[in-house]
C-alpha cells in the first residue's frame, strides 16, 4: 500500500524516512503543535515550497535542464486568482475560472518556449526562459489596469476560506477552527497529493526516459525517443505545477503582486532549495523547502546580530548586514553546488547504502 | 569574422538596413526616425562591445558565462568613482578636457572587469568545465555574489553618471536632433570592433582563437595551449564587458547594482540570434536588438521587451542556430 503510494521510490534510508515522517506530522498537526500566526504562515509557505521546487526539480533533477521561468508560471497561477476574484467577485467559480485560466496560459507559453529553444540546444532553454521571465516581469508591473502594477492586487476568498469564517464556536484543542485553518488543510491536500502525482510521474516509464536524456542525450535519441518531445513535455508538466503552486500561494495570502511571487530572489530561492534538498530526488524537494524556509526567517536575524557585534569594523559590518543575505545566500549556493551536489537526500542515501554494504 | 571558402554571407547583415527601411513608413517623420536610427545603432554598438566577449567564451570553451553581467555593472561603477574623482575635468566645456576625463575612466573600468574577471574565472568557471548544468548554476550565483557585493562597495541605491559637459546636447542634421553621446558611442563602439576584427583576422593569437572556435582539439594537438589562450579571451572578454558598461551608465546616466542581470538579458537574445561563437553574428545581432528596442520603444513602448523576443524567435525560425552558425556545434 505505502509501496503503490509513494510509486515504489522508498526512502532508501532509515534516516531519511524518520525525517519525512516527521516533517509529514509536523505540516498535518502545524496549527495545533504550534501556535501563533507566524508560525503557521511558515508551515504555509512551506506546502507552498514543496511543489514549487518539487515541480522544478522534474525540470532540473530529472531531465537536466535549468529554467529560469520558473517563477514566471508561478506569478502566473496566483495572478489567476488574484485577477479572476477581483474581477468576479469571492466566489468558488471564479477561483475556478482563475486557476483553468492561469493553467491554460502556463501551458501555451511553455509548450512554446519548449518548442522553440530547446528544438535546437538545451543551453538556448536557459538563456530564453531567462528573456521570457524578465519580459513577463516587467509586463505584470506595467500592466497596472489588470494586474495592479506594483502595488499588487489584494482580493477576498470565498466565505468558507475566509479568516472571518468559524465552523465551531468553541476552540477544539484550543484552536479556533476558522477559515484560514480550512484553507491550511486545503493546501496540505493539495501539497500532499501533488508531490505524490510527481514521484508518480518521475518514476513512471515516462520519468525514466527522462533520467535517461538526462544521462545521455545523444543516447536516448538514438535508442528511439524523441528527446525534443520528452523534454517538452517535462517542461511543461513543471510549469503547470508551478502554477498550482502559484494560485496556492495567493490563496493563503490573499494578495499578490509582482515581488511576491514572480521576483528573481524566489527564483533563486528555489534554485537553492532544489540544491540543498537534493537535485533529482523529490523528496529533497519537502526536506529543502523545510530546511531553507525556516533558515531564512533566522539567517537575517543572525546576520544583524553578526552586524551588531562586527559594528567597530564598518566593512565587516556592511558585509553581515542583513540586507544583504542575498550574499550570504549566494555563497552558500555556490558552495552546496561544488561540495554538495546531491544535498540532504542523497547524503543519506549515500550513507544508507554504504552501511548496507558494510553489514553485507 | 569567420572567413569561409564559399565566400561572405551577406543575407543576415543586409537585415540591418533592411529593419531599419521597414520602420521608415512606420515610424512617420525622417527626421524623428534618423533619431532613432542612431540610437538604435549607438545602443546597438553598446552591446556588441558586451556581448563579443561572451560570445567568443562560448565559442571557445563551451562555456556559457550567466554572470557576464557582473561585469557590465562593474565597470559601470568603477566609472562613477574615477569620474567623480575628476569633475573638474568633465565639467569643462572643452571635449578634449572630457575625452581625458572620460578615456581613464574607461581604461580603469576594463583593468579592474578584467582582473575580477580573471578571478572570476579561476574560482567559478574553471571547478565545472564541461558540466553545463553546473555551469548555469555557478555562475548564476557568482552573478548574484558579485551584485551584492557592488552594493557593500557602493551602496544598494543607484548612483547619477552624468555625460561630460561638452557631450551633452545633440546636434542638429536637418529636422533630426542627434544627441552627441550617441555620435561618440558609434565612434567608440566601431573602434572596438575594429580592433577586435583586426586582432582575430590580422593577428597569429586571432588565428588561434579563430580556430580553437571552430575545432579546440585540433589546435590542442597542434601543440597550442588552449587553456591560457581561454582564460586570455575570458579576461578581455569581462574587460570589453567592463568598457561596455561604462558606454551604457553613460547612456543611461545613471548605474544601478542590477544593471548587469538587465543588460544580460539583451546579451543572451543578441548572441542567440548571432550563433552562439560567432562574433560576426553577434554584431548584427546587436544592431537589430538596439534598432528594434528604439523604434518599438517610441511606436509601442509597452511591448519593447517582447519585440526582442519576437525578434528571436523569428530568426530562430529561419536559421535555428543562429545567423552564423559556427560550424562544429
Known amino acids: 500500500m505505502l509501496n503503490r503510494l509513494l510509486s515504489n521510490d522508498l526512502p532508501r534510508s532509515r534516516m531519511l524516512a524518520v525525517v519525512l515522517v516527521g516533517l509529514l506530522l509536523g505540516l498535518a498537526f502545524a496549527p495545533f503543535l504550534f501556535p501563533g500566526v507566524k508560525a503557521l504562515n511558515v508551515a504555509a509557505k512551506v506546502l507552498v515550497f514543496i511543489v514549487l521546487v518539487g515541480s522544478f526539480d522534474l525540470l532540473l533533477g530529472y531531465t537536466g535542464i535549468v529554467s529560469f521561468a520558473h517563477t514566471m508560471f508561478f506569478g502566473i497561477g496566483a495572478y489567476g486568482i488574484a485577477i479572476a476574484t477581483t474581477r468576479m467577485g469571492p466566489t468558488w467559480p471564479a477561483l475556478a475560472a482563475g486557476v483553468a485560466g492561469a493553467l491554460a496560459l502556463s501551458l501555451v507559453l511553455a509548450l512554446v518556449i519548449g518548442l522553440f529553444s530547446l528544438r535546437v540546444r538545451a543551453i538556448f532553454f536557459a538563456m530564453i526562459t531567462l528573456a521570457v521571465a524578465s519580459a513577463f516581469l516587467t509586463l505584470a508591473s506595467q500592466l497596472s489596469d489588470i494586474t495592479g502594477g506594483e502595488d499588487g492586487l489584494t482580493f477576498k476568498v470565498p466565505g468558507l476560506l475566509s479568516p472571518s469564517f468559524a465552523l465551531m464556536e468553541e476552540p477544539f484543542l484550543g484552536v479556533v477552527i476558522d477559515g484560514r485553518l480550512l484553507t491550511y488543510y486545503l493546501l496540505f491536500v493539495l501539497a500532499l497529493v501533488l508531490l505524490l502525482t510527481l514521484l508518480r510521474i518521475v518514476n513512471s516509464p515516462f520519468g525514466r526516459v527522462l533520467q535517461a536524456i538526462r544521462e545521455n542525450e545523444f543516447r536516448a535519441e538514438a535508442i528511439g525517443y524523441r528527446v525534443v518531445v520528452y523534454r517538452t513535455i517535462s517542461s511543461v508538466l513543471s510549469a503547470l505545477f508551478a502554477c498550482v503552486a502559484g494560485a496556492m500561494l495567493a490563496l493563503w495570502l490573499r494578495y499578490n503582486g509582482p515581488d511576491t511571487s514572480m521576483s528573481f530572489e524566489i527564483m533563486m530561492d528555489v534554485l537553492l532549495i532544489v540544491v540543498i534538498g537534493g537535485m533529482g530526488t523529490v523528496y529533497g524537494a519537502a526536506i529543502g523547502a523545510a530546511l531553507f524556509l525556516v533558515a531564512q526567517g533566522y539567517l537575517q536575524d543572525l546576520l544583524r546580530l553578526g552586524s551588531e557585534a562586527a559594528s567597530s569594523i564598518p566593512w565587516l559590518s556592511a558585509l553581515l548586514s542583513p540586507d544583504r543575505w542575498l550574499l550570504w545566500l549566494g555563497v552558500l549556493f555556490v558552495l552546496s553546488v561544488y561540495h554538495f551536489p546531491t544535498g540532504v537526500v542523497g547524503r543519506l542515501r549515500t550513507r544508507a547504502a554504504a552501511a548496507a554494504l558494510r553489514k553485507a | ?329
Open chain 2, 1 to 329: 569574422m569567420t572567413i569561409q571558402a564559399r565566400g561572405f554571407d551577406w543575407i543576415p547583415l543586409a537585415l540591418v538596413p533592411a529593419l531599419a527601411l521597414v520602420m521608415l513608413p512606420l515610424v512617420g517623420s525622417p527626421s524623428s526616425w534618423l533619431t532613432l536610427t542612431v540610437a538604435g545603432l549607438a545602443m546597438g554598438l553598446i552591446i556588441f562591445v558586451i556581448a563579443s566577449g561572451l560570445t567568443l567564451v562560448f565559442g571557445l570553451m563551451d562555456v556559457l558565462n550567466f554572470g557576464h553581467g557582473l561585469f557590465i555593472a562593474l565597470g559601470a561603477f568603477v566609472a562613477t568613482t574615477v569620474l567623480g574623482t575628476m569633475s573638474d575635468w568633465t565639467g569643462s566645456a572643452s571635449l578634449w578636457r572630457n575625452l581625458a576625463a572620460v578615456l581613464p575612466a574607461m581604461l580603469v573600468a576594463m583593468a579592474v572587469a578584467g582582473a575580477v574577471g580573471l578571478a572570476f574565472e579561476r574560482f567559478i568557471v574553471r571547478p565545472v568545465y564541461g558540466q553545463h548544468l553546473k555551469q548555469i548554476l555557478i555562475t548564476m550565483g557568482g552573478m548574484i555574489i558579485g551584485e551584492e557585493l557592488i552594493k557593500v562597495v557602493w551602496g544598494p541605491q543607484q548612483i547619477a553618471l552624468p555625460l561630460p559637459e561638452a557631450m551633452r546636447g545633440s546636434v542638429l542634421l536637418g529636422e533630426a536632433a542627434i544627441e552627441k553621446y550617441r555620435l561618440f558611442v558609434v565612434v567608440v563602439g566601431l573602434l572596438v570592433f575594429g580592433a577586435l576584427a583586426w586582432t582575430l583576422n590580422r593577428t597569429k593569437i586571432g588565428l588561434l582563437i579563430r580556430a580553437g572556435v571552430q575545432d579546440r582539439e585540433m589546435v590542442e594537438a597542434l601543440g597550442y595551449r588552449i587553456r591560457r589562450l581561454f582564460v586570455a579571451v575570458f579576461a578581455m572578454g569581462s574587460a570589453l564587458a567592463g568598457l561596455g558598461g561604462v558606454l551604457w551608465g553613460l547612456y543611461q546616466q545613471m548605474v544601478l547594482p542590477q544593471m548587469g542581470a538587465q543588460v544580460n538579458v539583451l546579451i543572451f537574445i543578441v548572441i542567440i540570434i548571432g550563433g552562439l561563437g560567432s562574433t560576426t553574428g553577434a554584431l548584427v545581432g546587436a544592431l537589430l536588438v538596439g534598432l528594434m528596442a528604439n523604434y518599438t520603444g517610441f511606436l509601442a513602448p509597452k511591448v519593447a521587451l517582447f519585440s526582442n523576443i519576437a525578434l528571436m524567435a523569428a530568426i530562430l525560425l529561419w536559421r535555428p542556430q543562429g545567423v552564423y552558425p559556427v560550424s562544429n556545434r
